[in-house]
């Protein structure tokens, strides 16, 4: 939970936006809290994150089937597929609602994979899971990859929540100023979802987040100033 001192000074930044700017802003959360966890059923997905630890600390009980399939395209992907393909699945399916070009992981990484003998299913976006496999749509036809595993690696929704706001975008990433604004006053932005070039790390994450906070501090001093 927010400390009261936290909430108060979430609550004044919220309060120093236009109303409809806000009223947008509350709408992107909720629609990103809706495409992360409404789309697919939370039994019949693995969590990237938790699949690759689990490959570390406990690789004896690691769940991987013949036919696997890893949803996103970035750097955790690929290394979710990469854990499943040595862990013994007979397949691997990568699913990217975007095009290879479009891609966040590494171009090495990328080609490393392939590699590996890991196919992908670009342009195709998840509908639902179910025991046969993943169903998604490309176009106008719906099709299924079969799977009896599955694991999510798909980080943050960027682009929805970027095109909700009207925020400028670089490959689908968000583009922010040094101070970590985006363009749209008042918006602020950090960690991979703004990760065009170069590389992405929780450092630089925390790094973005101490900027933004000190930009966001300067922003309402200079409008409580304004005020008086």
Same mark, same amino acid.
């Given at each position: 939970m927010l400390s009261v001192?936290?909430?108060?000074?979430?609550?004044?930044?919220?309060?120093?936006?236009?109303?409809?700017?806000?009223?947008?802003?509350?709408?992107?959360?909720?629609? +990103?809290?809706?495409? +992360?966890?409404?789309?697919?059923?939370?039994?019949?997905?693995?969590?990237?994150?938790a699949f690759i630890e689990q490959s570390k600390m406990d690789p004896a009980n690691l769940r991987v089937g013949e036919n696997v399939v890893v949803i996103g395209a970035?750097?955790?992907?690929?290394?979710?597929?990469?854990?499943?393909?040595?862990?013994?699945?007979?397949?691997?399916?990568?699913?990217?609602?975007?095009t290879e070009r479009d891609m966040s992981a590494y171009p090495h990484e990328y080609e490393f994979v392939k590699k590996e003998g890991v196919e992908f299913e670009f342009q195709a976006r998840p509908v639902s899971a179910h025991a046969e496999g993943l169903e998604c749509i490309r176009g106008n036809s719906t099709f299924l990859i079969p799977?009896?595993?599955?694991?999510?690696?798909?980080?943050?929704?960027?682009? /929805?929540?970027?095109?909700?706001?009207?925020?400028?975008?670089d490959r689908g990433f968000i583009?922010?100023?040094?101070?970590?604004?985006? /363009?749209?006053?008042?918006?602020?932005?950090?960690?991979?979802?703004?990760r065009a070039k170069g590389s992405a790390s929780t450092v630089m994450a925390a790094q973005d987040g101490k900027i933004a906070a000190t930009a966001i501090q300067a922003l309402l001093s200079r409008d409580r100033e304004g005020a008086v």
């Open positions: 001192q936290k909430a108060g000074l979430l609550q004044a930044y919220l309060g120093s936006l236009p109303a409809n700017l806000a009223g947008r802003l509350a709408k992107a959360v909720e629609v +990103d809290r809706l495409t +992360d966890g409404a789309l697919l059923p939370h039994e019949l997905i693995l969590d990237g994150l970035g750097n955790t992907a690929i290394d979710c597929a990469t854990v499943a393909k040595r862990s013994g699945a007979s397949r691997v399916t990568m699913v990217y609602r975007r799977a009896d595993t599955i694991v999510k690696a798909i980080g943050q929704q960027k682009p /929805s929540i970027a095109s909700l706001l009207g925020l400028e975008t583009k922010v100023s040094p101070s970590m604004e985006t /363009s749209v006053r008042g918006i602020y932005a950090g960690g991979d979802c703004i």
